[in-house]
């Protein structure tokens, strides 16, 4: 069974940095492209931050980039995503989703391109 568990969001100021954690179980994280993905309320899900299995390279929404970093520890089978500078319009919650094989930089944005997912972890920014 697999299974993907985010941690880390919470409250905090705009300015502020929170780093969220997904740890998988059942799946080796390094076989898979994985993605973060974040939906505010009344807004459609959209990527944060993604990566393509086999060393790819990271890519990040252009909202975020230079905020925000991807990590991985593949010793722990976990990913994360190092947020700084938070904004409010960062305020969503956040979920990390998973799967097997490369997808091409295109699918990797598109959150059906993914087989598993995680219950999120909600990150609020206050102003």
């Known amino acids: 069974e697999v299974q993907l568990v985010e941690s880390g969001g919470g409250l905090v100021q705009a300015g502020g940095s929170l780093r969220l954690s997904c740890a998988a179980s059942?799946?080796?994280?390094?076989?898979?492209?994985i993605g973060w993905f974040r939906q505010a309320p009344g807004k459609e899900r959209e990527g944060v931050s993604c990566?393509?299995?086999?060393?790819?390279?990271?890519y990040y929404a252009d909202s975020v980039k230079g905020r925000f970093t991807f990590s991985s520890d593949n010793t722990k089978n976990t990913v994360y995503l190092q947020m700084n500078s938070l904004k409010p319009e960062d305020t969503a919650v956040y979920y990390c989703?998973?799967?097997?094989?490369?997808?091409?930089?295109?699918?990797?944005?598109?959150?059906?391109?993914?087989?598993?997912w995680g219950q999120g972890t909600q990150v609020t920014v206050s102003s």
């Open positions: 989703a998973a799967r097997s094989g490369p997808l091409l930089l295109v699918s990797l944005w598109v959150p059906g391109g993914y087989d598993y």
């Open positions: 059942g799946i080796a994280f390094d076989d898979y492209s």
């Open positions: 990566i393509s299995n086999n060393g790819g390279s990271t």
